[in-house]
């Protein structure tokens, strides 16, 4: 199965390589931010950065891409982001870090998605964020 069976986002708003695992409590996907992003050309173009917010988007497209693996989901099933809880932000991620994602499923239903999860690069955690997303049919 692909990531594109699954997600309705496509480039260059696609940010999941792979998911690693998925059931129904746990999520691993992973993505690497490549030097050509478009969001790196403005955002701090002397010293690039991912911004926090596509930090956030990362999380999650692996945690809802990861519902749909689990086949908790149905693949292509449309859910947008709802609200954002305690998002912090440690450390920088740059071109070329690969980042695995972890995300825990807090309450999954037929309305709502409630998730928490990290960005971990190099081992160490980079970002966190707890987010519900809404499930909407297209």
């Known amino acids: 199965m692909e990531i594109t069976d699954v997600l309705l986002h496509r480039d260059p708003f696609l940010f999941v390589d792979e998911i690693i695992e998925?059931?129904?409590?746990r999520i691993v996907g992973s993505y690497t931010y490549k030097e050509s992003e478009f969001f790196f050309k403005g955002h701090f173009p002397t010293h690039p950065v991912v911004p926090g917010v596509l930090q956030i988007e990362l999380m999650a497209?692996?945690?809802g891409a990861g519902l749909a693996y689990a086949k908790i989901l149905e693949p292509?099933?449309?859910?947008?982001l709802g609200s954002v809880e305690k998002a912090k932000?440690?450390?920088?991620?740059?071109?070329?870090?690969k980042c695995i994602v972890e995300v825990e499923n807090l309450r999954v239903s037929k309305i709502?998605?409630?998730q928490k999860g990290c960005v971990k690069v190099d081992g160490k955690i980079v970002s966190e964020a707890t987010w519900l997303c809404?499930?909407?049919?297209?």
């Open 22 to 25: 998925a059931n129904e409590k």
């Open 61 to 63: 497209q692996v945690g």
């Open 76 to 80: 292509g099933q449309l859910f947008v």
């Open 89 to 97: 932000f440690r450390q920088e991620v740059k071109p070329n870090d």
């Open 112 to 114: 709502g998605i409630k």
């Open 134 to 138: 809404i499930l909407v049919k297209e």
